[in-house]
């Protein structure tokens, strides 16, 4: 087949990006990925010994507020009612997150009422700029000092081992704070997990697309002969791998953190009552773990789950320990530490790509964005809107 464009990574970028030229502009699309499977950092299998659903790289939640990306999902898949919720561990107890009266009622061991929490935290939070500058800074002034001490400090150190100075404020300001007892993680109208997971999902994008898109999966951009060719024709690329790699790393590298993710199976029905348990303190050395199980409550609870294709082995669970860690090359680059360094080499690469019209940049590794899953289908649309222009 000859090909309109070529796609750099089958991700939720690259997978947006496929379905829209394919099925709005008939474009002819080969998406290639060096890895083995759909999806990138979203993928997720079943694993074999349980039969339980495990995401490769680290626990994937869907979540969105933006009704163009919501509706654009539903497509594909439908979504279970899985609402998230996560705890966190410290000194030895355990404590509901994102901060809210729950929390902070248990950490001073008080009985506030919001009206009260508020008037409290602020006076916490006195020593703060008004305008924060910093995750340091925004830090405290939305949860006050003691709090920050106890439920930020230490994990960001743990997770991001960059003096908290130095990260950007918007790393914090993910995290809801709440003067109520509502401990949903995400503050999105819509949220929920793929009803028959991840790949199902991807693989209704693709069979969406018809024998207009070809894919191509273990095929890494910079050494595939065929590939090289269409490059050296100058085929039209959307390219979702890392923007430095692409400039052969000519200004430096933009810093990533990596993650370790331990995988253990476990002769227990449930190890720790909750899908993602964060450990706050700097012991013990990992962020959170993970336990897959909870993600599908359905398919435990209902019966109907036992003779289908996840039938779930009573008395396992597998759970992941998540450590992060400093990236190097070859490595998988996961949060981009995004420092005033990193953003000053970044805007370098980005007046190159300026420059090369024929090459669109996209996603979490080809922007160095912190995106959630729907900013970077939300990001895909805008682009194809940009891009459709050629064709119309
Ligand atoms: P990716 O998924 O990284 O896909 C890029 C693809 O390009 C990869 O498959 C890669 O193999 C391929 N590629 C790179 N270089 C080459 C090359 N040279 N040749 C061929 N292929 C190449 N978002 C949420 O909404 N909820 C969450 O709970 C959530 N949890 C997360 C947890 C972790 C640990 C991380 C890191 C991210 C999380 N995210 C979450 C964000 C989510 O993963 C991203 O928004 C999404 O995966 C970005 O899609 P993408 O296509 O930009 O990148
Ligand atoms: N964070 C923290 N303690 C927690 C949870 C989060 O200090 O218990 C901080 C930390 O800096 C983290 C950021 O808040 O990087 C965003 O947290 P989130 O859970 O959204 O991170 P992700 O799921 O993207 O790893």
């Known amino acids: 087949m000859e090909y309109d464009v070529l796609i750099v990574g089958a991700g939720l970028f690259g997978l947006t990006m496929a379905e829209r030229l394919v099925n709005e502009c008939g474009q002819k699309v080969l998406m290639i990925d060096k890895r083995n499977h759909l999806g990138g950092n979203c993928y997720s299998e079943f694993d074999p010994e349980t039969g339980i659903e495990c995401h490769k790289y680290g626990a994937h939640l869907f979540h969105t507020s933006d009704e163009r990306v919501w509706e654009y999902v539903n497509k594909f898949t439908t979504f279970t009612n899985y609402v998230h919720k996560v705890y966190t561990t410290h000194d030895g107890e355990v404590y509901p997150l994102p901060i809210n009266l729950g929390t902070i009622n248990q950490f001073f061991h008080a009985a506030y009422t919001p009206d009260e929490a508020r008037v409290t935290i602020a006076g916490q939070a006195a020593t703060a700029p008004a305008e924060p500058k910093n995750l340091a800074e925004?830090?405290?002034?939305?949860?006050?000092?003691?709090?920050?001490?106890?439920?930020?400090?230490?994990?960001?150190?743990?997770?991001?081992?960059?003096?908290?100075?130095?990260?950007?404020?918007?790393?914090?300001?993910?995290?809801?704070?709440?003067?109520?007892?509502?401990?949903?993680?995400?503050?999105?109208?819509?949220?929920?997990?793929?009803?028959?997971?991840?790949?199902?999902?991807?693989?209704?994008?693709?069979?969406?697309?018809?024998?207009?898109?070809?894919?191509?999966?273990?095929?890494?951009?910079?050494?595939?002969?065929?590939?090289?060719?269409?490059?050296?024709?100058?085929?039209?690329?959307?390219?979702?791998?890392?923007?430095?790699?692409?400039?052969?790393?000519?200004?430096?590298?933009?810093?990533?953190?990596?993650?370790?993710?331990?995988?253990?199976?476990?002769?227990?029905?449930?190890?720790?009552?909750?899908?993602?348990?964060?450990?706050?303190?700097?012991?013990?050395?990992?962020?959170?773990?993970?336990?897959?199980?909870?993600?599908?409550?359905?398919?435990?609870?209902?019966?109907?789950?036992?003779?289908?294709?996840?039938?779930?082995?009573?008395?396992?669970?597998?759970?992941?320990?998540?450590?992060?860690?400093?990236?190097?090359?070859?490595?998988?680059?996961?949060?981009?530490?995004?420092?005033?360094?990193?953003?000053?080499?970044?805007?370098?690469?980005?007046?190159?790509?300026?420059?090369?019209?024929?090459?669109?940049?996209?996603?979490?590794?080809?922007?160095?964005?912190?995106?959630d899953m729907d900013k970077t289908i939300a990001a895909a649309l805008d682009k194809f809107d940009e891009l459709k222009k050629r064709w119309s």
């Not at 789950?305 to 996840?310: E, G, M, N, R």
Request: glycine share 6%.
């Open 138 to 371: 925004q830090g405290v002034s939305l949860i006050g000092q003691p709090l920050f001490d106890a439920f930020i400090k230490n994990y960001t150190a743990k997770q991001w081992q960059t003096p908290a100075e130095e990260l950007s404020p918007e790393i914090i300001k993910r995290l809801p704070v709440r003067y109520n007892y509502d401990n949903r993680y995400f503050n999105n109208t819509h949220e929920g997990l793929p009803t028959d997971g991840y790949e199902a999902w991807f693989k209704n994008l693709v069979a969406a697309c018809g024998d207009r898109l070809e894919v191509r999966l273990e095929t890494d951009y910079f050494d595939d002969p065929e590939v090289q060719k269409l490059r050296a024709q100058g085929i039209l690329t959307v390219y979702t791998g890392p923007i430095d790699r692409f400039y052969d790393f000519q200004f430096g590298e933009l810093k990533w953190r990596s993650l370790n993710l331990e995988k253990e199976v476990l002769d227990v029905d449930d190890f720790q009552g909750c899908p993602v348990m964060n450990y706050a303190d700097l012991e013990p050395r990992y962020t959170r773990i993970h336990e897959f199980k909870h993600f599908h409550p359905e398919r435990t609870l209902n019966s109907a789950y036992k003779d289908s294709a996840y039938a779930e082995k009573s008395g396992k669970t597998v759970i992941v320990r998540e450590y992060s860690k400093t990236w190097h090359q070859g490595e998988e680059p996961y949060y981009p530490v995004n420092t005033a360094e990193d953003r000053a080499t970044l805007a370098k690469y980005q007046a190159l790509a300026r420059e090369d019209e024929n090459v669109i940049f996209g996603g979490r590794l080809g922007e160095y964005a912190y995106y």
